[in-house]
C-alpha cells in the first residue's frame, strides 16, 4: 500500500486565513519529502521540499514542518488566496533507494472569498 | 514555456484498441516517469527511465508498455485498453532519482475508453 496518506480529504478556509494541511507517512527511513499542488485538469506543481536532516523549511507564504518522532508532515500556507485552490499532495521516496516518489491521498483546499 | 510537453491533452480510444501517448521533455533530465491518476486519486507510478534503464513497478498490469527513443521522447504504449484504463495519465522528468532532484510533471493525457 502506499507509505504517505492525508488526514483530511478536503479543507475549506477563508481568503486570507492561514491553512494547514496535514500528511502522515509510515515509513521511518523515508528521508525526503515534497509537496505538490495539483490544480484542475493539470499536472502536479512543485511547492516545497524537505529533507530529514530538517525540522522546518520555508518558502514565499509556505512553510514545510517534519515531525519524525510521529512521522508527520504539514504544509503550511500564509494568507490563502483564491488561487491556491487546488489539490495538495505530500509523497516521498518511501526509504528506498529514492527510485521512485510514492504521492498520499491528497487534500482538496478550496478559498471561500 | 512548457518543459514537460503531453500530447494529445485528450485521447479517446474505443475498447481494445491500442494507443500510444506521447511526452517530451527540454530539460534534458535522465529520468522519465509515468503515472497513471484516477479521479480524486493519487498519481500512481507505472514506470520509469533512468537513461535507457527500463524499471516497471510489480503490479503494473502487462498491458502497459513504454519506451524511450531517445533522452527527449517517452511513449506510453497501452496495447488493449479496457475501461478501467481510463485516466490521467503524467509524465514527469528529474535530472536525478527523487531523492535527489524534484520531479517536473507535464498537463497529462486524459485518456477515455469507449
Known amino acids: 500500500g502506499e507509505s504517505v496518506g492525508l488526514h483530511l480529504p478536503t479543507l475549506s478556509v477563508q481568503e486570507g486565513d492561514n491553512s494547514i494541511i496535514n500528511c502522515a507517512y509510515s515509513?521511518?527511513?523515508?528521508?525526503?519529502f515534497i509537496w505538490y499542488k495539483q490544480e484542475s485538469g493539470k499536472g502536479p506543481q512543485f511547492i516545497i521540499d524537505?529533507?530529514?536532516?530538517?525540522d522546518k523549511r520555508q518558502g514565499q507564504r509556505v512553510t514545510v514542518l517534519l515531525n519524525k518522532t510521529v512521522k508527520h508532515l504539514s504544509l503550511q500556507i500564509a494568507a490563502t488566496q483564491p488561487g491556491d485552490s487546488a489539490v495538495y499532495f505530500c509523497?516521498?521516496?518511501?526509504?528506498?533507494?529514492?527510485?521512485?516518489?510514492?504521492f498520499g491521498q491528497g487534500t482538496e483546499l478550496s478559498v471561500k472569498p | 514555456d512548457a518543459m514537460v510537453i503531453q500530447n494529445p491533452r485528450y485521447q479517446v480510444t474505443q475498447f481494445g484498441k491500442p494507443v500510444t501517448l506521447s511526452c517530451s521533455q527540454t530539460l534534458n533530465h535522465n529520468v522519465m516517469y509515468w503515472y497513471q491518476q484516477k479521479s480524486s486519486q493519487a498519481p500512481k507510478l507505472l514506470f520509469h527511465y533512468y537513461d535507457k534503464d527500463f524499471n516497471n513497478e510489480a503490479d503494473t498490469p502487462d498491458n502497459f508498455q513504454s519506451r524511450r527513443p531517445n533522452t527527449s521522447f517517452c511513449f506510453l504504449d497501452i496495447r488493449s485498453p479496457g475501461l478501467g484504463d481510463a485516466a490521467m495519465y503524467l509524465c514527469?522528468?528529474?535530472?536525478?532519482?527523487?531523492?535527489?532532484?524534484?520531479?517536473?510533471f507535464g498537463s497529462g493525457t486524459q485518456l477515455s475508453v469507449l
Open positions: 515509513n521511518s527511513a523515508s528521508d525526503y
Open positions: 524537505i529533507r530529514s536532516n530538517m
Open positions: 509523497a516521498d521516496t518511501g526509504g528506498g533507494q529514492g527510485e521512485k516518489l510514492i
Open positions: 514527469a522528468t528529474s535530472r536525478d532519482l527523487p531523492g535527489i532532484e524534484k520531479l517536473f
